[in-house]
Nanobody, 115 residues
């Protein structure tokens, strides 16, 4: 089991930036991939970005060129740098870790982008 703690959410104007952080603890060696999801009710939770064990990064089309996922292996931490934020990015953002036992989730951090 992996325990994930998110931070960095907040209120920002359109065009601004935020950096989300996710610190992992527990069964770190069981992690295969790490990523970010977001949910803005009543919409379904949406995958945003991920980084695999070999460093490969992927993004949903709507954030390409604006968001960057990165990792610091020595600290068991990964980040989501969000630039040129848009109101439609407003959501509760969750970090996630895929392990051999399934997917573990953080508690979520709120990102609100005003017009």
């Amino acid at each position: 089991q992996v325990h994930l703690v998110e931070s960095g959410g907040g209120l920002v104007q359109a065009g601004g930036s935020l950096r989300l952080s996710c610190a992992a603890s527990g069964s770190i060696n069981s992690i295969n991939d790490m990523g970010w999801y977001r949910q803005a009710p009543p919409k379904q939770r949406e995958w945003v970005a991920s980084v695999s064990s070999d460093g490969t990064t992927k993004y949903v089309d709507s954030v390409k060129g604006r968001f960057t996922i990165s990792r610091v292996l020595a600290e068991n931490t990964f980040f989501l740098q969000m630039d040129n934020l848009k109101p439609e990015d407003t959501a509760l953002y969750y970090c996630a870790a895929r392990t051999f036992g399934g997917i573990d989730w953080g508690q979520g951090t709120q990102v609100t982008v005003s017009s």
